[in-house]
């Protein structure tokens, strides 16, 4: 079966640095998607990965190794609106998304 | 600049009641999809299309149907809502299937069964 590992919460203070794993297991791999997903609301995009190593857009960075079947997604200078759903969602070899139940981030003052 | 709509954002509808949720997108994206997500859950896909191209999912219920009259709208149909279909309802569209397809999200339609 297909199956999208990631840990159900973490709690991070405002101005630290978090990381959220990632671990999958899918028939194929077609690429990673990091999704922000506040209560209540539709996800948002917010990073891919197709080729090993690591992809840094302003305080989030996302990091994927294949072979390992891992990615994580690191967030910086946490805020507290960066308290949210975090997703990991995999295309598998039919270009499917096959999604984690993602990690609920609270940030602490 | 709305990209992908949903209406309505919020929904009651008694059990067994028919409901029709309503998606559409000014992006001219090919491929439509619909998905159910519960709370703390991973979104569940119901249904997609790439362009009029109907799939639906092996384990979607026979009580959800769906339709897509033209490329900007899709709509999800409930037949005989019960307590269990109580969901948020979120469709998405991206603009293939295949290679790079992010999908871009409506804000939901929060589904209420009483």
Known sequence: ?109 | DAMVIQNPRYQVTQFGKPVTLSCSQTLNHNVMYWYQQKSSQAPKLLFHYYDKDFNNEADTPDNFQSRRPNTSFCFLDIRSPGLGDAAMYLCATSRSSGGYAEQYFGPGTRLTVT
């Open chain 1, 1 to 109: 079966g297909q199956n999208i590992d990631q840990p159900t919460e973490m709690t991070a203070t405002e101005g630290a640095i978090v990381q959220i794993n990632c671990t999958y297991q899918t028939s194929g791999f077609n690429g990673l998607f990091w999704y922000q997903q506040h209560a209540g609301e539709a996800p948002t995009f917010l990073s891919y990965n197709v080729l090993d190593g690591l992809e840094e857009k302003g305080r989030f960075s996302s990091f994927l190794s294949r072979s390992k079947g891992y990615s994580y997604l690191l967030l910086k200078e946490l805020q507290m609106k960066d308290s949210a759903s975090y997703l990991c969602a995999v295309q598998d070899s039919n270009y499917q998304l096959i999604w984690g139940a993602g990690t609920k981030l609270i940030i602490k003052p």
